[in-house]
Every structure is written in C-alpha cells, then in structure tokens.
C-alpha cells in the first residue's frame, strides 16, 4: 500500500513527500515534486512490513510493532530514525516501552531542543497510557500525567496482530493534535506541559455518518479539512485563535474538476469516490492531495478549483 507523508527539511522551497510501499522489507521514496528518489538504506531491510510513522527535522521514524502468535501478551517493538535524504544515513535503532505501545507523535521539542516520540497502551482503568522517548537521555518514561480517556484512531491489522495510528499529528502552537472520530473531537497534547484535552472541532461532525476529517497546518495555524459524503468539495477551517478557539471557514476546495477523466468503477458509489482524498500538507498558497484513483495533485489557491470564502 502507498501512503504520503508530509516531511520537514529545513531550507526547501517546497515540501519533501515520503512515499512508502512495504512489501517483505519497507521501501521508502522521496519526491520534491519533479522527481523521487529512494532510500537505500540497509536499516529498512529490516523492518519488514513496517510503516513510516512521521517526520521530524529532516528525520524519518519507521515501526514494527507486532504480538507473539503463541502468547499474545508478548509484545515486540522495533523502531528505526533514520535521515533518507542523506549519504551517511546514521540510524538509530529503538526497542519500545517495556508493556509495549504503538506510536502516535513524533516531534521536536522546543524546550529541550530535541526530537521526541509519542506511544499510546491501553491500560488496566479503561484509559490509555502515554510514554515519551527522550532522545538525549536514550529512554523512555511515562507522561507527567501518563493517563487519558481517548488515544487516536487507529487501524488494526488481523494479520500480526498489529495497531497502527490512523494519521499523523498535526502540531501547532507547541502541541499535537488528531482528530478523533468516536467522539467528533480534537484530541490535543501540549508537548511542554504534557497535558492531554479535547477540543471541539470547528464542523458539528455527525458521529454516525460517513465523512473526511483531516488536521493539517498553514502557516502554523491548525486547519481542520472536511469532505461530507454528500458533498463534492472539501470545507477548509483555519483556527484564527488558538487561545480561544476560535475557527474561520476560509476555502472550499471542488473536487469534481476532473470526474469524467478519473471516474470511478461501476460499483463504486460516487459520494464514497469523494471520501478518498488525503490531505498532505497546505504550504503558503498550495495544497498537495493524495486521492485514490487519481495523480498526485498539487492545487493553487489562484485556480478556480480553490476558493476563497
């Protein structure tokens, strides 16, 4: 399976994509918009039928996490850093928190100057259990306040028993935010304090129905992207206000530009056909979609297609 994720390198004019196919060994690519080019490093021979977690400071944070088929209370973690954009390729190998956990951040630090992972378990109470990995000290230790009603979703995979977060973070203002469908809320966590809250998202969201949420960041500012499935356009929120939440629907982006040259099958209902659109990244006037069935589309907000509200 192919899967876009925006990363950070510090000097570019537009956004690196990390694009990963993970077939017996993980196989990473990166495109800067007129080519790709694949990493080769040894390290990803390793990893078999892992994933690319995120991006941190020109930095790469692979997984492979999976449960014992004779006791499936033991859990392994492998974890892998690495730069694919350099010659050297130093990489940092990282066994997981002892319990186990599956990945959900990975970011740097502002205090601490320094990049730091994220894992979320399910715990004992009916909460969920974070830990932190502190690059400099080399280990892992729980959250100032390690428990949390609610963890990202995530995907589960029936084949190693494995969990994987369904979607990246999106940071701003020194925090990480998801979406988190079962509750139609953002989940929130302040890297500096540590703390864990819910925020209401900008769109009265229908728990029950069948829609696209997408978090991503313009100009640090969190974007909330919203496709209902009646719909043929993407609702695009910018919060304005972080201290007070306070939310402005901005664009509305039309997705029907290019239906009758990537239409799709028979048996593929049209309004599903419109939930398959993945947000990458909103940087300055563009915005970069992976969507199923179709190229990779790169969008300016001077086109007709993008749409100033």
């Known amino acids: 399976m192919w899967k876009m994720l925006i990363s950070s390198f510090g000097g570019e004019s537009r956004p690196l994509i990390i ?28 990893v078999k039928f892992g994933y690319v ?27 892998v850093v690495l730069n694919p954009n350099s010659k050297n390729r130093g990489v940092t190998i990282i066994n997981g928190p002892s319990g186990g956990g599956t ?12 990049c730091r992972i994220l894992s979320v378990r399910q715990s004992n109470n009916n909460q969920f259990e974070y830990h932190l990995y502190l690059f400099g000290e080399k280990r892992w230790r729980s959250t100032k306040k390690p428990y949390f009603s ?40 302040n890297m500096v304090t540590e703390d864990f809250s819910t925020k209401p998202c900008p769109v009265v969201v229908d728990k029950g129905g069948c829609h696209l949420q997408h978090l ?28 007070k939440w ?3 629907r901005k664009y509305v982006v039309h997705l029907d530009w290019d239906l009758n040259k990537y239409a799709p099958g028979e ?21 970069v979609l992976f969507w199923a069935y179709h190229p990779f589309q790169s969008i300016n907000e001077r086109e007709s297609k993008w749409e100033i509200v």
């Open 19 to 46: 694009r990963y196919y993970c077939h017996e060994h993980l196989r990473v690519s990166i495109i800067d918009g007129n080519s790709e080019k694949e990493c080769r490093s040894r390290a990803l021979e390793s």
């Open 53 to 79: 977690v995120g991006s941190c400071n020109g930095l790469i944070l692979l997984s492979k996490t999976g449960m014992d088929l004779y006791n499936r209370e033991n859990r392994w973690n492998k974890h």
């Open 103 to 114: 990945l959900c951040g990975f970011f740097f630090h502002p205090k601490a100057k320094e």
């Open 150 to 189: 609610y963890r990202p979703d995530i995907r589960q995979r029936s084949l190693n028993f494995e969990t994987r977060i369904d979607d990246r973070p999106a940071i701003a203002n020194d925090a990480l935010h998801w979406c988190i469908s079962m509750v139609g809320e953002i989940m929130v966590f």
């Open 216 to 243: 991503s960041v313009k100009d640090n500012q969190l974007c909330f992207c919203y496709v209902d499935r009646k719909d043929q356009s993407m609702d695009i929120w910018i919060l304005e206000n972080y201290t």
């Open 246 to 248: 306070s939310w402005v």
């Open 267 to 287: 048996n593929f209902l049209t309004a599903d056909f419109f939930l398959g659109v993945k947000v990458i990244c909103i940087q300055k006037n563009e915005l």
